[in-house]
């Protein structure tokens, strides 16, 4: 059983600079969910796609943050030129459609990104 | 808007005391659902239960127990006997009704729990 998996686990990157992030859903999944956790915090949602459309963004995206989701499949979070604000841990969740009676949010292990 | 409070930030037991997490949640929706989730050391979230805002009933699952109070908008986690395993941040979270909207997850601060042995 495959679960959600993110790459890379973790990502150090000077400011200024841009980094891509890549999530693979659960096969079959169609909601694709992005959050962002900072320490000492819960996740924070940041965007929403059901299948390749990008249904939902928080005000916490800003215009620097672009994510997508190509053929419904995995999806990418794009952060341009870094700050050091944008330092956390970068999670990934996917759940499918159908009874919502029993849907669940399948998380993956993150990406942990340090902008230095 | 949604939000969730968990008022306890940091936790200490000794091992096979009995411990409660609490979480109180804010929302407008009357159909809603409430969440808790586990965030081992390892980092990754492991998803604990769901229950919604229709399902008053009290559940109970091996050591772990939850008691849900629509009167008091709390969502309770109690974990009895603990053990050392059960050291972790513990997060409550809260979701509108998909049928009406996405299903993202309002999270509280969470609770790091630490089980002395």
């Known amino acids: 059983d495959t679960g959600v998996s993110q790459d890379p686990r973790h990502k150090i990157t000077k400011r200024g600079q841009n980094v891509t992030f890549r999530c693979d859903p659960i096969s079959e999944h169609n909601r694709l969910y992005w959050y962002r956790q900072t320490l000492g915090q819960g996740p924070e949602f940041l965007t929403y796609?059901?299948?390749?459309?990008?249904?939902?963004k928080s005000r916490l995206l800003s215009d620097r943050f672009s994510a997508e989701r190509p053929k419904g499949s995995f999806s990418t979070l794009e952060i341009q030129r870094t700050e050091q604000g944008d330092s956390a841990m970068y999670l990934c969740a996917s759940s499918p459609l159908g009874d919502t009676r029993l849907y669940e949010q399948y998380f993956g292990p993150g990406t942990r990104l340090t902008v230095t | 808007a949604q939000k969730v409070t968990q008022a306890q930030t940091e936790i200490s037991v000794v091992e096979k005391e009995d411990v409660t997490l609490d979480c109180v949640y804010e929302t407008r929706d009357t159909t809603y659902y409430l969440f808790w989730y586990k965030q081992p050391p390892s980092g990754e979230l492991v998803f604990l239960i769901r229950?919604?805002?229709?399902?008053?009933q009290n559940e109970i699952s091996g050591r772990y127990s939850w008691n849900f109070q629509k009167s008091t908008s709390s969502f309770n986690f109690t974990i009895t006997a603990s053990q050392v395993v059960d050291s972790a941040v513990y997060f409550c979270?809260?979701?509108?009704?998909?049928?009406?909207?996405?299903?993202?997850?309002?999270f509280g601060t969470g609770t790091r729990l630490t089980i002395i042995p």
């Open positions: 229950r919604n805002s229709f399902d008053e």
């Open positions: 796609f059901q299948n390749e459309a990008q249904l939902e």
């Open positions: 979270a809260l979701s509108e009704d998909p049928n009406f909207g996405n299903e993202k997850l309002t």
